[in-house]
């Protein structure tokens, strides 16, 4: 494990803790023949980029992720691993957890959330290659297409729609009455998120259970647009539901995923 730390640029971190709250063993839930963690190591794997490293407070998936391959170094503590417990939170936990043992990481930690079951090898390498290209950055995320609009929204005290709350460049929502005439939105997809490794050190010091910081660097950010289905998120019982759906008709699940 060690030996592949010195050889490589780049870990790639899973979380996958137990205690959904909406989705039951969410990890664990099959989609074909493997479940999320075992196709989210498998892709990661296929990448040969680093070693593939899991998080989890589960002896059961922490068994299932190392039968596929992965790197469980430890049991997350219960601590950081409950629903309100942010992503970066685990992220410096690892980090920890090796500098205690005088162990180099990789200048990069990548974070690949299982529960983004189409993201593309491809596109973990073409993410990678870039933010190394752009050294001058700290992270890249990945983006896609939206058809969210920013320019409205509705108050929730009064119930009624508001319009013209967001002004970016004189664009508001007044401009675009005519959708095709809008700009096109990105939306960020927690698909992909690398960042450098010593971004983390300035949070090392502080409460893992207080952080509300983002895993990744607002402020010194690229981007890597994907696909709305690389960006399909599993957070509720509906989205699983979808998704199963979707797989067992596998002659529109393209057409539907990639709209």
Same mark, same amino acid.
């Given at each position: !494990? &060690? ?5 490589? @640029?780049? /870990? ?32 990661? $794997?296929? +990448? ?9 407070? *589960? ?15 430890? $049991? ?15 992220? /410096?936990?690892?980090? #920890? ?15 690949? %959330? ?20 752009? =050294? ?11 058809? =969210? =609009?920013?320019?409205?929204? /509705? ?15 004189? $664009?508001?929502?007044?401009?675009? &009455?005519? *959708?095709? @005439? ?5 939306? !960020?997809? *927690?698909?992909?998120?690398? +960042? #450098? ?9 502080? @409460?893992?259970? #207080? ?5 990744? =660097? ?11 289905? &690389? ?5 509720? %019982? ?12 596998? #002659?529109?699940?393209?057409?539907? $995923?990639?709209?």
């Amino acid at each position: !494990m &060690e030996k592949n730390f010195k050889s490589k @640029d780049l /870990i790639l971190f899973i979380p996958a803790r137990s205690g959904s709250t909406r989705i039951k063993n969410k990890n664990l839930q099959k989609i074909g023949k493997r479940s999320l963690i075992q196709n989210k190591i498998k892709v990661c $794997l296929e +990448t040969n980029l680093g070693p593939v490293i899991v998080s989890t407070n *589960s002896k059961k998936i922490a068994k299932v992720a190392k039968r596929s391959g992965a790197i469980i170094p430890y $049991l997350r503590p219960k601590i950081i691993s409950n629903s309100n417990s942010p992503m970066i939170s685990a992220v /410096i936990h690892l980090i #920890k957890f090796y500098s205690k043992k005088k162990i180099k990481l990789p200048k990069y930690i990548g974070v690949f %959330p299982s529960t983004n079951p189409f993201v593309k090898k491809k596109s973990i390498i073409n993410s990678f290659n870039r933010i190394k290209k752009n =050294d001058q950055f700290n992270s890249i995320v990945t983006i896609h297409k939206s058809n =969210d =609009d920013p320019f409205m929204l /509705i108050a929730k005290n009064k119930k009624r729609i508001l319009f013209n709350i967001f002004n970016y460049k004189n $664009l508001n929502y007044s401009k675009f &009455e005519r *959708s095709q @005439d809008r700009p096109t939105f990105f939306k !960020m997809s *927690s698909s992909i998120q690398i +960042t #450098k490794t010593k971004y983390f050190y300035k949070f090392f010091n502080k @409460d893992l259970t #207080k952080l509300r910081e983002a895993a990744f =660097d607002i402020k010194s950010c690229i981007s890597y647009e994907i696909s709305k289905k &690389e960006a399909y998120d599993i957070n509720t %019982p509906f989205d699983l539901f979808l998704l199963k759906y979707l797989k067992s008709r596998k #002659k529109i699940t393209e057409m539907a $995923l990639n709209r």
